[in-house]
Every structure is written in structure tokens, then in C-alpha cells.
């Protein structure tokens, strides 16, 4: 227990078994130092990286308790691209770009809570409306964690639209910020490389658990609304 990394997978561990169950505090970072044999700092890191992933709360002079989502079992709303696309009265093609086991970029590491070693599932596809680039998703999916997922259950429709149909996801959280499309995605947008682009990203989970995360990218001018 020398590293955050492995402090937070125990932390982890024990909210997935219901040792800690949804809403419980769970021990101070000093009594999970002392237990875990490894620094106070090293506690206040893993903890950190769970409080921002959502799984756990944090709060001064209250404490730590793990998320209270259990009550919300339902599945979580989320609207498919092919749904937006056809809302603008266009039609949707996709088309299945990639589908492969890979080492997670950081940022889906971080997301998803594993290792840099640690293999996911990459899913990336390209969409577009009456023959115009509309956008370019990548999907990195925790397998161990999902049910059995192959290249023909995505061939037609996109890994998110998979996964809302297949997993019971309690909550989501969403990121939208600034960024410049590179290398396949930006030939598939029809931009030149490096050109500015909206990009989405989007962790959902199950109960305690992260099992997706998603990285969407729209070409300049493209307008993002929602309706309460």
C-alpha cells in the first residue's frame, strides 16, 4: 500500500463489496494510513481521485462517505448522436472505425480508475449527417466490468447506445472544453489537423463503479443545445 494507486483500488474494493455501502463514512485518511501502512498523503491522493470520479463525497468537518447511489437504479437517460443527427431532420450513417484492446490514454485511466497497464476495450466510430462529418467518438470500455461486448454488437450501432441497453447506469458526468482534432479524427471531420473542435467527454457508471468513458468531437461551428 506505497502507492495512491493501490490505496485507491482497496478503497475501491471495499465500496464494491458493500463493505462500505452507498451514503456510509468510511475511516479518516489518518485511520486509513495507520491501517493501510503508508502515508497520510498518499491516502489524501486515492481519496481525491475518487471524489472527482464521483464515487465518493467529501465534506470539511463531516468526513468521507461513498456516493448514495443506490437509489438511483434506473437507467440513466442518454441521448445517442444518431438521435441529435435525426432531431436536425437529417439522416445518421455510422460507421465503426476501430475495435480493439488498448493500454488507456490517461485521461480514460483516470476515468475508468485503473492502471496505465491495465487493458480497455477502445471503440471508435465515425458519424455523419446527409453525408456531412458530424462527429467522431472514441469509447474506452471497462470489460471487466460490462457483459461480454463483440466487433458485431457495435457494427451498427454506436458502444454508448450498446451500453445503455445493457447496463443499468446510475449517473453520468459530463465535460465539454476545448480542443484541436488530430490524426484520424481530424480527416474523418474533414478539418485540417490540429483545428479547433468541441470535444465532450462523458464517464458513466454503475452504482460505485466507472465502466465508460467517451471522448466526442464536433467540427468548428457546430452548435450544442439542450432543453430542460
Known amino acids: 500500500m506505497n502507492t495512491w494507486q493501490s490505496v485507491r483500488a482497496d478503497v475501491l474494493e471495499r465500496i464494491r463489496s458493500r463493505e462500505w455501502p452507498p451514503g456510509e463514512l468510511i475511516p479518516t485518511e489518518q485511520e486509513l494510513a495507520a491501517s493501510l501502512g503508508c502515508a497520510r498523503a498518499t491516502v489524501n491522493r486515492a481519496l481525491r481521485e475518487l471524489a472527482d470520479s464521483g464515487i465518493i463525497e467529501r465534506r470539511r468537518k ?12 434506473t437507467t440513466l437517460d442518454m441521448p445517442a448522436i444518431r438521435t441529435e443527427i435525426e432531431a436536425m431532420g437529417a439522416t445518421c450513417a455510422y460507421t465503426l472505425d476501430s475495435f480493439a484492446m488498448r493500454l488507456p490514454s490517461p485521461a480514460a485511466a483516470r476515468a475508468l480508475q485503473v492502471s496505465a497497464g491495465e487493458e480497455l476495450l477502445l471503440v471508435e466510430a465515425t458519424y455523419t449527417a446527409d453525408g456531412k462529418p458530424h462527429c467522431c467518438e472514441a469509447v474506452w470500455l471497462n470489460m471487466r466490468a460490462l457483459p461480454p461486448l463483440s466487433r458485431q454488437d457495435v457494427e451498427h450501432q454506436s458502444a454508448l447506445e450498446w451500453l445503455a441497453g445493457r447496463v443499468a447506469l446510475t449517473h453520468g458526468r459530463f465535460s465539454i472544453l476545448a480542443d484541436t482534432a488530430r490524426g484520424e479524427f481530424a480527416r474523418n471531420l474533414g478539418i485540417a489537423e490540429g483545428s479547433p473542435a468541441l470535444t465532450i467527454e ?27
Not at 62 to 73: E, K, N, Q
Not at 208 to 216: D, E, G, K, N
Open 62 to 73: 463531516v468526513g468521507t462517505r461513498v456516493a448514495a447511489t443506490s437509489a438511483r437504479r
Open 202 to 228: 462523458r464517464t458513466n457508471w454503475t452504482d460505485s463503479t466507472p465502466v465508460s468513458f467517451a471522448r466526442q468531437f464536433y467540427p468548428p461551428q457546430h452548435r450544442l443545445v439542450s432543453e430542460d
